[in-house]
């Protein structure tokens, strides 16, 4: 099989589009057939521990697979969701119903076997927040053939009272048995102008006609092609699975990755949504189920699958940072996460360098296939790690003031093991939201001190406060260095990256305006730059922080040189950074977006680190510093 070209959507659903799908899911009406679950979750304190018992302080119900899915679409604004499954006559029975009927979702479909039938129930034990080993019921269900007869009966007679039908199967003993799915197979074929979508993940193909999402895992073992749970799989694989699947359900297929987003393939050629950059803990559990809702909620709409997919992205995306839940999205929350989405890009070659495209044997490496409209006229630069190395090491000033920030007045007395809990947890998190906004970051660091609760809720700052402290220290390592600097200790290129001078001087002789952009305090900046004696060069300004902590991000300072540019200008702008926020907002304006994967520390050659980055966060070329610079002008037309 020989694959298509595979489009890359970015930009499927702008905020304006965004905005026009909520509001036209709130006229829909879906109907939701599969395994309706409970999810339920006991929380033990074993403070209270007798021998051989397990005290549960606190317990939490929520609706599951089918259930799940059910609640998505409603807490998305559908107009109307009715459920169709089977619940046993049993306490949790009686609890799945009341909890569909508190939520909203029509329960005339749902039947109660007494026969031989278990209410689908998960039930999840949590010591100290952790999860232990779960309790199942339902495992030794048997679904009459007389009742699944009796359910797709139901649903046909209901067809036309729906925009959509969801099919969902994920438990073995479930309710999908040989005699449903002959039935609903049947029905499918019957009625093709009804939009039938299914998940199911033992029986992914028991319904041709019906589109079908499906994860990479489970698409590629339908090829034949078998790899444990969890395993990575690799994007081609995934593109031929959704192709060859696409042909024998003769319907769009929707193949989901993680965090690595979803291809679909509706016959014409393969598009791939990229997968969303979340920070922070999350909770995968009922992901599927999220994002499934959103692809239904949308098809519902009348929108097109890359539409649909795009929709369920941010759903999922929404759902897998509340924690111990299967939870669901708000349109608020759906649009606060989609109106200006941080997309991951290029994920294979970002974490595999082997695949590394360059120019001519030079080091610089072409990441897209995108490339600059013209000349330049306006270039961007990042200041720390692009340009200056005066503030490299800033990990070692935050390590330690987000440690103490944790552990406040417990800083000299906590014992070693908390105390190296709050280290591990320090270094993994700045490890992971390296290259975000420290004012992120800061809002993580708030998040840390209420998880690890030895601050008092009355004296935990928010993130603002935290940045001040941080900013304070960080500032205090720059002036030594600064003083270094002034009384000749130290020489300007001490403190640069290896040619940005020239590449300056050269850009500015071709009549490119230049535009020095940072997160930090626009005085600051300035300061630095007058120090190193290139500030005169920025014709087009040195932007930064105004002094408003509600504005000191470096995508505010970006978006207030791209505005001041203007949309037709865009066209003409070059982007140097090292991190992903100018590579995510040059991208999204349409400029062009040079990733500067420096070693600080040497300054030149390259970071692998930030290679993976910047790669992801949407760079078009990757640069190790700028010593090729006859090279890298060339490949801007200059």
Not at 62 to 86: D, H, P, Q, Y
Not at 259 to 286: S, Y
Not at 414 to 425: G, I, M, P, T
Not at 452 to 479: H, R, T, W
Request: aromatic share 6%; charged share 25%; net charge negative.
């Amino acid at each position: 099989m020989t694959l298509q070209p595979i489009t890359l959507h970015d930009a499927a659903l702008p905020r304006h589009d965004l905005e026009a799908l909520m509001h036209d899911i709130q006229s829909v009406s879906v109907a939701v057939l599969g395994d309706f679950c409970l999810d339920v979750y006991w929380f033990t304190d074993l403070s209270a521990a007798e021998l051989e018992t397990r005290p549960v302080r606190r317990a939490h119900l929520s609706l599951g697979a089918a259930g799940n899915v059910a609640a998505n679409l409603l807490a998305l604004g559908c107009r109307r969701i009715e459920a169709f499954g089977v619940v046993g006559c049993d306490i949790w029975g009686r609890e799945m119903l009341h909890l569909l009927r508190e939520s909203g979702v029509g329960t005339s479909g749902m039947l109660s076997e007494p026969r031989d039938w278990s209410t689908l129930v998960y039930v999840k034990p949590h010591i100290h927040d952790k999860e232990t080993s779960r309790f199942d019921f339902g495992n030794f269900n048997r679904l009459p053939a007389q009742t699944a007869r009796t359910l797709i009966g139901a649903l046909v007679e209901r067809l036309d009272e729906f925009d959509a039908v969801l099919i969902n199967e994920q438990v073995t003993n479930g309710l999908h048995s040989a005699e449903l799915r002959q039935a609903l197979a049947e029905a499918i074929q019957r009625h093709p102008g009804t939009n039938w979508i299914v998940d199911s993940r033992h029986f992914p193909e028991a319904y041709p006609g019906a589109s079908l999402k499906i994860n990479d895992l489970e698409a590629t073992r339908l090829l034949g092609i078998e790899r444990p749970a969890g395993a990575l799989v690799p994007r081609e694989e995934a593109l031929t699975a959704a192709e060859a699947l696409e042909q024998r359900m003769g319907r769009p297929v929707y193949v989901t990755r993680r965090d690595r987003g979803v291809i679909v393939h509706d016959g014409r050629a393969p598009q791939e949504i990229p997968g969303l950059l979340i920070l922070g803990r999350i909770d995968p559990v009922g992901a599927g189920d999220s994002m499934l809702a959103g692809i239904a909620a949308a098809i519902a709409a009348g929108r097109s699958p890359v539409q649909a997919a795009t929709l369920g992205n941010f759903v999922a995306g929404v759902t897998i940072q509340k924690l111990y839940v299967t939870g669901t999205a708000s349109p608020d929350e759906v649009l606060r996460l989609g109106a200006e989405p941080d997309y991951v890009y290029r994920p294979e070659l970002a974490e595999d360098p082997r695949g590394a495209v360059y120019d001519d044997g030079a080091e610089i490496e072409i990441v897209s296939r995108r490339s600059p409209a013209g000349r330049p006229t306006v270039a961007i630069f990042d200041h720390d790690g692009t340009i200056s190395t005066l503030r490299q090491g800033w990990e070692a000033v935050m390590e330690p003031m987000m440690i103490r920030a944790i552990l406040g007045e417990q800083y000299q007395s906590a014992d070693e093991s908390l105390y190296h809990q709050v280290v591990d947890r320090v270094r993994e998190y700045i490890d992971h939201s390296t290259g975000i906004q420290t004012l992120l970051q800061m809002q993580g660091l708030v998040r840390m001190v209420r998880e690890f609760g030895c601050v008092p809720e009355d004296q935990i700052l928010d993130e603002f406060g935290y940045k001040a402290i941080y900013n304070e220290a960080l500032m205090a390592m720059v002036s030594r260095r600064l003083a270094k600097l002034e009384r000749g200790e130290l020489q300007v290129e001490d403190f640069l990256i290896k040619n940005a001078w020239a590449l300056l001087e050269r850009l500015r002789d071709a009549g490119v305006r230049l535009c020095l952009a940072s997160g930090t305090d626009q005085e600051d900046v300035r300061r630095e730059a007058c120090a190193l004696g290139y500030a005169d060069l920025f014709d087009g300004g040195i932007w930064g922080s105004v002094g408003d902590v509600n504005k000191d991000a470096k995508r505010i300072v970006l978006d207030r040189i791209m505005n001041e540019i203007g949309d037709v200008g865009m066209a003409g702008l070059v982007t140097f950074g090292d991190g992903p926020v100018e590579m995510r907002e040059t991208r999204r304006r349409g400029g062009f977006a040079i990733g500067v994967a420096s070693d600080e520390i040497r300054r030149y050659g390259l970071n692998l680190e930030k290679r993976s980055r910047l790669i992801r966060s949407g760079a078009d070329l990757i640069v190790p510093d700028f010593s090729q610079l006859d090279r890298l002008l060339d490949c801007l037309n200059l």
